[in-house]
């Protein structure tokens, strides 16, 4: 942006990710190589037309797959995030990091100038998510 000191570019928001349906979408489909429509809708905790309406926008961004199949008689949908889509959740989580970043180091120097005060303690990054392997009903 035209505020950010010279030679520091901000890390951008993902605005097709950004709403937070999107996101928790794209977060839960992270964890996973592929995952059943209702297993990422009861993750997610929302309903079928609101999941198909952001798997619909996901999809057309280019960070959401859609494979249909069958089980057995019983239609069936898969997700997945494409490659585009891991990229966009990382440059995403990048970019929060730098805001929680530049908010300390704001408070940090607040503080040197008002004199010394406890240090807020530093939050640790979530533990990678083993990623399973999709079960074939």
């Known amino acids: 942006m ?3 000191p010279p030679g520091q570019e901000r890390a951008a928001l993902d605005e097709a990710i950004h709403h937070p349906t999107r996101l928790a ?6 964890a996973c190589d592929e995952a059943d429509f209702a297993a990422v809708r009861d993750g997610c905790q929302v309903s079928d037309s609101v999941l198909s309406k952001t798997a619909s926008a996901l999809e057309a961004a280019g960070y959401l797959h859609v494979r249909k199949g069958h089980v057995g008689k019983r239609p ?4 997945s995030l494409t490659p585009a889509g891991e990229q966009a959740l990382a440059g995403h989580i990048a970019a929060l990091q730098n805001i929680v970043t530049t908010a300390r180091t704001a408070a940090t120097a607040a503080r040197g100038a008002e004199g010394p ?3 807020a303690a530093p939050v640790e990054p979530a533990e990678p998510v083993a990623r399973p392997v999709p079960s074939s009903e």
């Open 76 to 79: 069936r949908t898969w997700l």
């Open 25 to 30: 979408v794209v977060a839960f489909l992270s």
């Open 2 to 4: 035209k505020d950010d």
């Open 117 to 119: 005060a406890e240090p």
